[in-house]
């Protein structure tokens, strides 16, 4: 017997994540990685962070940031997200807010509050992978989040029930998805919050891109829209998940969950038997960098990163090949490819770390029931302008040679119109 022959059946569930596996490639030489999500380590406030570090281990300040302390979170940082929220209409106050391990620690802790071994979560098509990861552990049965009217609540509920568990919430990146770098618009978070309303599920609003948009109107949060129409956070069933990863450091892991305060209590609950708390010495220094700069810091990366998207859109305008799609987003950090039916996402990878030395994410392992094989995502945050035109450039001709190749063997048909 070998003690894998009795780990429990939420252990077959988890499974390396592709993007972590992809990331190791980075340290390669040669290779030209669109692949992990990464903000660009040369952006990071390091000087602040390096001040604010000093001073949390001086002046007496390390008797509170070496030492224990309570779970919901470092006070100072909370009072700073109530002004952040206000921002974005959200009015809540500290006790509306749990500091996490960044957000991804949040999503673990929900799929951990509300699912229960066949329990569905609704998901978009596809969905960040990190959340999959997050909710697999629990064993839920997904179904496809649908906002287009196409999907009636009762066609949840039933598909739920047949599955012997009820939907216990929709998660969803509203602004600037990973993967695809869509926004929601305001009328289809409206209907989502009709539909949680009918099926009497929560909301998951990932709000990790929300700082980063380079073009159009801000939509506001479903979490504000919500609040508008309740008037007070301790009625809303939306629960929004906020992160520094993609503004002033991923490496410290500072996140943190806004929701109803008796949410909250219970998530405390989970963060206690967890890990007691997230670190007060990296909530200290992120909380003195981002009173010091967080609105000019948040400006230069969006500048860096808008040039970047640019440069990427433009690229891939010039060189791919007839029958690729993209979407176009207008923020964050991705841009989705749809490429011809029959191309696979994962070969493709394989043959261009072989051959153009170009690294990617296949689209497969966003879709929760395994679709979108003919899918890959890109990340612009890392490379500069140079380097992506050189990477989709290198990308784009191996594409064309691959649809040649299958020409060669079984022919497309060509519809009559492009004819």
């Excluded at 509170?64 to 921002?87: C, D, F, H, T």
Aim: with cysteine; glycine share 8%.
């Amino acid at each position: 017997m070998q003690l894998k022959d009795i780990f429990a059946s939420r252990a077959m569930r988890m499974k390396a994540s592709e993007i972590r596996e992809l990331l190791k490639l980075l340290d390669q030489p040669g290779i030209l990685s669109f692949a992990g999500g990464i903000p660009d380590p040369n952006l990071f406030p390091a000087e602040a962070f390096a001040e604010a570090f000093q001073g949390a281990l001086s002046g007496g300040q390390q008797a509170q940031s070496l030492q224990y302390s309570v779970s919901e979170g470092y006070l100072p940082l909370k009072e700073w997200i109530v002004g952040q929220m206000a921002r974005m209409g959200v009015d809540c106050d500290p006790d509306n807010i749990l500091i996490t391990s960044g957000s991804q620690q949040g999503l673990d802790y929900l799929g951990k509050l509300f699912l229960s071994p066949g329990d569905t979560a609704l998901v978009t098509a596809p969905t960040y992978l990190g959340a999959l990861a997050a909710f697999n552990a629990y064993e839920p049965r997904y179904d496809q989040l649908n906002l287009s009217g196409n999907r009636t609540a009762q066609s949840y509920r039933d598909g739920a029930a047949q599955n012997g568990g009820a939907v216990k919430f929709a998660y969803l990146s509203a602004d600037f998805a990973n993967p695809t770098g869509e926004t929601v618009g305001q009328a289809d978070r409206e209907r989502l919050l009709d539909l949680a309303e009918d099926l009497q599920c929560a909301i998951v609003e990932d709000g990790a891109y929300q700082d980063l948009r380079y073009d159009g109107d801000p939509v506001p949060p479903i979490l504000a829209l919500e609040l508008a129409k309740k008037g007070t956070l301790d009625n809303c069933r939306t629960i929004y998940c906020g992160t520094f990863s993609k503004t002033l450091s991923p490496g410290l892991r500072v996140g943190w969950i806004v929701a109803a305060r008796p949410v909250i209590a219970q998530m405390v609950l989970i963060k206690q038997a967890a890990d007691l708390h997230s670190p007060t010495l990296n909530q200290m220094a992120v909380n003195t960098v981002a009173r010091q700069q967080f609105d000019s810091h948040v400006e230069k990366v969006r500048a860096a990163y808008k040039a970047r998207r640019d440069a990427m859109l433009r690229a891939l305008k010039q060189h791919m090949p007839p029958g690729v799609d993209w979407t176009r987003p207008e923020g964050g950090m991705f841009i989705w490819i749809t490429l011809p039916a029959g191309l696979d996402g994962a070969q493709l990878l394989a043959r261009s770390l072989d051959s153009v030395k170009v690294a990617f994410v296949p689209g497969q392992a966003f879709f929760a029931d395994g679709g979108g094989p003919n899918t890959i995502r890109l990340s612009y945050s890392v490379l500069d302008e140079a380097a992506i035109e050189e990477g989709i450039a290198r990308l784009a001709r191996l594409i064309a040679e691959t649809l040649a190749e299958q020409d060669a063997v079984s022919p497309r048909q060509v519809s009559a119109e492009v004819v």
